[in-house]
């Protein structure tokens, strides 16, 4: 939400620059996104004008030379290219040296030969409207020429943008701001702007409202203008609207917006004109109804939805836009304005299903106290009489009334003290909560507290309450850091909780980087990663509301979202960092959910050995042994990918490992990297949570190296299988620690050295001790993979 300081200030006004104000309100509980200028620069460069003199240019038929009043005395030439421009207008004049809302800085300027020192201005070159077809011209007769243009029109003012959560929609209006900074500054607050009601309740509505769909409408309030002019907004309402982000129409619909703004209580104007049957009916909708909408677009409902609906059939998605059949026109005389309440959890489904987001709809899916309804309808109600030339028809319809009378919640001095764990005084307590909103009766132990309707939903019971008395006490420096107390509580690490953060330390321990991605990405990132049609990984959990068609369908794979942070990175000029993620992966199953699994999965700058060797590190950390057996993956390189299962059980699966295919690597402007992604949570059941003691031996152990030579196809894994089977308690350690081929090898085999090491518990072995252990090596790798030792 969009909150300019010009307008807050009408109801409370803090004395602090936006800055301050911003920090103050994120101290308290309001977040800002971010301080903005709306409007013009350079104030002093603005002023009101008077034109004198309007000639036509000598040498452009559709510039005017006007010579411009701009102070007692003072005169000035300015061309301007309006065509609505003339003698004795009143207008709005920027100097040499401003400063316009799009970062222009105005200078003196020669057109078509013709000197012009200034700019009278059009409402976008003020940023208070969006016409652009003529100048503006001020109707006020008491306007002098050369007065300050700020002092007449709101032409700037800082604007906090604000991020509302979803529990305080109060905070959505202006008046529910001011109500935030009056209690978190002390600041006066002004009454608010619907305590005067010019409308009644004794008379008749030209128009029947029937609410059929109760339990969806908990309040419908209808009031009836006829004599009614629409026109343009006057200049201080367009600034109004601009500034907060909406785009003035004409007086009818800006009046709504600008109440909407200002009570975060949306409105709707129907011409009364075009309700068929002067009745409207709140109701469900038929299966596959259908409504144009005030965008244009045709939208086909179900019975879900609840609407407004007269003789013709549907008039508008209740809560969330209206229809063009009844939307207001220029040849508009007699308007009827709706206020009503709806519930929440009805308008976020509607909005959802239909894939149409509104400001109103924001406002009323967050869940609106039904008093709001009568509450905008005084203040439209006041502002329909004053801009619009309207007569308010007598009466008012009001279904529903009020919400619920106010809850009282105790609040106990000993509760606030033990839960914050620093003691409030009463007194302090009634403040901070009065300057809410909240009514407060004092009692023996406390304070008896009336919820007010625009915290019903959000404020329910106590520690709602003490939790508002912290944040406005301060929580930064006057509250202790302590824990609360809590008897017999205690938290502790799952099994699998200490595990995978064992996995994630060692990679982050070898120098990788951890990230977060998203775990929604685009439909065609199956293409990009090559995957063929029948590939499971195809099998896309689909979101049904997702919120881009980038981020419409369930990741399969870690890969995707560790090649978009690398490419992210290189694309900034920091290189390809190594990095990994934890996190789900889901895959479209045959049951009502899909199957998701927990993958660890890592990117690293180099090729497949440096990936093993990452990979490897975590298996370590977790007390598994892997076999890496060679084998293809459309993503991966040919030749240089493995599938990665348990050494234990052949076939059983935990992922896969390789440098990363080049026209994949190119999709993201990435040089040679590699990759790994294991399944972690099967890795997790297989790993030793707690070190199995071994008795360590001070005998030293023997080592020797042996060169076998078998077929380019069997995988290193083989021959260590095997050495390690045939080489019984003695052998302590064999590992592979070169690959050769070329002269002396004979075509399609290849020479592994291995490094044995022996050990036994009770002696120094001998040479003769390993000898019979080395021949049963040699035996058991001919005789399973026809290896033979290299001379």
Not at 389 to 418: C, F, S, Y
């Amino acid at each position: 939400m969009r909150l300019p300081l010009e307008w807050l200030h009408d109801y409370c006004s803090p004395g602090l620059e936006a800055g301050e104000l911003a920090t103050r309100l994120a101290m308290t509980g309001t977040e800002v996104d971010r301080v903005l200028h709306h409007g013009v620069g350079e104030l002093d460069a603005f002023v009101v004008g008077r034109v004198l003199a309007a000639e036509a240019h000598p040498d452009a038929d559709r510039l005017t030379v006007c010579r411009v009043a701009i102070g007692e005395g003072a005169e000035t030439q300015i061309v301007c290219g309006a065509p609505n421009v003339a003698a004795g207008q009143t207008v709005a004049v920027a100097r040499p040296g401003a400063v316009l809302p799009d970062g222009t800085k105005l200078r003196k300027a020669r057109l078509r030969g013709v000197e012009s020192d200034g700019m009278i201005l059009a409402e976008d070159e003020l940023g208070i409207g969006i016409e652009h077809a003529g100048i503006m011209v001020l109707a006020e007769d008491s306007l002098q020429a050369g007065q300050p243009l700020a002092g007449v029109l709101p032409i700037a003012t800082p604007v906090l943008e604000l991020e509302i959560t979803p529990n305080r929609p109060d905070c959505l209006g202006i008046y529910g701001v001011a109500r935030e900074v009056h209690a978190a500054t002390a600041a006066p607050l002004a009454p608010p702007p619907w305590s005067e009601d010019p409308g009644s309740f004794d008379g008749d509505v030209p128009c029947e409202v029937v609410v059929e769909a109760g339990d969806l409408c908990p309040r419908f309030v209808a009031r009836a203008f006829t004599g009614v002019t629409i026109a343009p907004s006057p200049p201080w309402l367009k600034a109004r609207l601009m500034a907060a982000g909406q785009r003035p129409i004409n007086n009818v619909v800006d009046i709504t917006n600008y109440v909407m703004v200002l009570t975060g209580q949306p409105l709707h104007a129907f011409d009364l004109d075009a309700i068929a049957g002067a009745r409207l009916i709140v109701r469900r909708a038929g299966d596959r109804e259908q409504l144009v909408t005030l965008d244009g677009q045709t939208r086909v409902l179900d019975p879900a939805v609840c609407l407004i609906a007269d003789g013709d059939g549907p008039a508008s998605i209740a809560g969330v836009m209206g229809g063009a059949r009844s939307e207001v026109s220029p040849g508009t005389t007699r308007v009827l304005m709706e206020a009503a309440s709806w519930v929440g959890a009805n308008i976020l489904a509607t909005s959802s299903r239909l894939g149409l987001r509104s400001e109103a709809s924001a406002r009323f899916e967050k869940g609106l106290a039904p008093e709001q309804a009568l509450e905008a309808q005084a203040v439209a109600t006041r502002l329909m009489l004053e801009l619009c030339g309207a007569k308010l028809v007598p009466g008012t319809i009001d279904i529903g009334g009020a919400g619920a009378d106010p809850q009282l919640v105790r609040l106990r001095d000993a509760r606030v003290g033990g839960l914050l764990g620093v003691d409030i005084a009463r007194s302090e307590s009634a403040l901070h909560l009065q300057r809410l909103g909240f009514g407060v009766t004092e009692r023996s132990d406390g304070l008896d507290v009336a919820i007010p309707p625009h915290r019903r939903n959000d404020v329910t019971r106590e520690a709602d309450l003490i939790e508002e008395v912290a944040r406005l006490h301060g929580m930064d420096d006057e509250l202790p850091a302590t824990l609360p107390s809590r008897r017999g509580a205690v938290g502790v690490l799952t099994r699998e909780q200490r595990l995978r953060r064992r996995a994630e330390d060692a990679l982050t321990a070898a120098g990788l980087h951890e990230i977060v991605g998203w775990s929604f990405e685009a439909p065609g990132r199956d293409d990009v990663l090559r995957l063929a049609p029948g590939d499971p990984r195809r099998r896309r959990v689909v979101l049904e509301n997702p919120m881009s068609e980038d981020q419409s369908v369930m990741r399969t794979t870690l890969l995707g979202s560790l090649l978009d942070a690398a490419g992210l990175n290189a694309a900034r000029g920091q290189g390809a960092p190594g990095l990994f993620e934890s996190g789900a992966v889901y895959l479209a199953g045959g049951g009502p959910l899909p199957c998701e699994h927990h993958a660890l999965g890592a990117l690293v700058p180099g090729d497949v050995l440096a990936a093993k060797a990452h990979l490897e590190a975590v298996l370590a950390a977790l007390r598994v042994e892997a076999a890496f057996t060679a084998a293809p993956q459309p993503f991966l390189h040919p030749g240089r990918s493995a599938r990665v299962d348990l050494a234990h059980a052949p076939g059983a699966q935990l992922g896969w490992l390789g440098d990363v295919h080049p026209l994949v690597a190119r999709a993201w402007d990435l040089d040679v990297v590699a990759a790994f992604e294991v399944d972690l949570g099967a890795l997790l059941t297989h790993a030793s949570a707690v070190p199995a003691y071994e008795d360590l031996t001070s005998y030293p152990e023997l080592r020797q190296d042996i060169a076998v030579v078998v077929d380019t196809a069997v995988p290193a894994a083989a021959v260590l299988a095997a050495v390690r089977a045939a080489g019984g308690k003695l052998l302590g350690r064999a590992e592979v620690f070169d690959v050769y081929t070329g002269a002396q090898i004979a075509a399609g085999r290849k020479s592994l050295a291995v490094a044995l090491a022996f050990r036994a518990p009770d002696r120094t072995l001998t040479d003769e001790d390993a000898a019979p252990v080395r021949e049963r090596i040699v035996a058991r790798l001919a005789e399973a993979l026809g290896g033979e030792l290299r001379g």
